[in-house]
């Protein structure tokens, strides 16, 4: 295994982990650099805290797979957030990279797992299907100038063009499984506080 690979492969926990502890020391008013630092323990922790034969960290690595290119991008964005507070989620790429993953998780994951007669997953393996739409979306993501999208569509493309991963399915260059579900969280998100904004004006209208 190349050290490429071994990194890759511990990205999205190591990610994970420390968006979680980073997120958590938000409950106290701390510095940035301190909640980076809260994040960067909380990975050391994992690593050295041995169940059973493998450590806490490694079993988290077993149970998610190497992140998509989008994916750890959205990954890195949700970590930023959890670390000085910005919040992307206003700008109208990250709503469009995030709905765009969240209708690739609903057209592929119900039919892999068995929810459907027909597996979309087979698309990624051979066809034009997949490849054609992903053109459009990154001719619609460079027209939009949308160079994040852009950049990790290229990014994930190339890696499945070169065979830089373990998969043969375009699917998985694309997207996974951690990255749909943060983009549904994100997009959670959005719809409740689009609809806390409705309802303040509302009842700060009604006179007393």
């Not at 938000?26 to 909640?35: D, G, H, M, T, Y």
């Not at 290119?69 to 957030?81: E, R």
Request: hydrophobic letters at 60%; glycine letters at 8%; proline letters at 4%.
């Amino acid at each position: 295994m190349s050290a490429v690979d071994y990194l890759l492969d511990r990205s999205s926990a190591a990610l994970l982990v420390f968006m979680a502890a980073a997120a958590l020391s938000q409950v106290v008013r701390i510095s940035p650099a301190k909640r980076a630092a809260i994040g960067i323990a909380a990975i050391a922790i994992a690593a050295l805290t041995h169940i059973s034969t493998r450590s806490g960290f490694e079993w988290i690595v077993s149970a998610i797979e190497r992140p998509s290119a989008p994916g750890l991008l959205l990954l890195v964005l949700f970590a930023i957030t959890a670390t000085i507070g910005r919040r992307f989620d206003s700008g109208s790429e990250f709503r469009f990279g995030t709905a765009m993953l969240v209708l690739a998780g609903v057209l592929l994951y119900p039919g892999a797992v068995g929810f459907l007669n027909y597996d979309t997953y087979v698309l990624g393996y051979s066809g034009y299907v997949l490849p054609l739409l992903l053109v459009v979306l990154l001719a619609y993501a460079l027209y939009r100038r949308y160079f994040f999208i852009a950049a990790a569509l290229n990014i994930g493309i190339l890696g499945f063009l070169l065979g830089a991963g373990r998969s043969l399915n375009l699917w998985d260059y694309v997207i996974d499984p951690v990255a749909w579900l943060l983009a549904i969280g994100a997009w959670i998100t959005i719809v409740v506080t689009a609809a806390i904004r409705k309802i303040k004006p509302a009842t700060t209208s009604v006179p007393a």
